[in-house]
């Protein structure tokens, strides 16, 4: 299907990014929120962003300005829903709000729109029933920061339609991303349950003493070649984002090797959660 008219839920980081995204790569984009106060913020960082980058000779002045223009923003769902051809969702992680959406975006959204869920934690199947068209559902998860990072993971359903796939995907490599197809759905999907064994693994290993945090990321560096440690990378993602999907991990398993490991939750209820704290398992100024 021809997708022209893309609508972005939530102004956070993430969505506020994606949208940027989208209207970067030609597509009409909306970003939606219920908080005014967000969308004014979400326009200042991006036409920062975009000031920044044209500064640096990485983006050309007209494409900035033509970016922006097509980026629009409202606070009504259903009046933004009722145009859009892809709605990708990236709202707060609770399902009780996700699956309102949902309900509101199947009431309004045309009848042929695809309906996608940036979550990194919760199946489009638990969304899916909500909206009333379960085949035209599907995670289309990205990475943060989604204006640098090139992945994004395509997790389908049991009842995802393989059109639905083929848009989702060509919509992800038109926005110059690498998707990768996550056939079954699992909690974590690819790059959070890599990410997760590799922390696990640094993790058991500094609590028994057998390195310090700072030698296991010198050794995921030059050994591994990694670009970061994994505790640089848990400071850098937040640790309170990890504490978050290994609880929604442990929620879907049962599995008591998913759960939070003992120095995450030390360090959350410190209130030391990375870069974003000013402190984590580094202190950064």
Known sequence: ???????????????????????LSGYETLLQDISEQALTAARTDL????????????????????ALNRLAQSTDLAASAS????????????????EQIFATLGEHAPAHAILATNSSTLPSSRVAAASGRPPQVCNMHFFNPALVMKCVEVVRNEQTSDETVEAVTAVA??????????????????????MGAINAEALNLAHAGIASIEDIDTTAKTALGHPMGPFELMDMVGLDVIDFIAQATFAETGNEADKPHPLITEKVQAGLLGRKSGEGFYPYS
């Open 47 to 66: 036409e920062a962003w975009a000031a920044s980058r044209v500064s640096k000779g990485k983006l050309e002045q007209p494409d900035a300005d033509a």
């Open 83 to 98: 145009t859009a051809d892809l709605v990708i969702e990236a709202a707060v992680e609770r399902l009780d709000i996700k």
């Open 1 to 23: 299907m021809m997708i022209e008219r893309i609508l972005v839920i939530g102004a956070g980081t993430m969505g506020r990014q994606i949208a940027m995204s989208c209207a």
């Open 173 to 194: 490599t038109r926005l110059g991303k690498q998707p990768v197809l996550v056939n079954k759905e699992i909690p974590g999907f690819i790059a959070n349950r890599m």
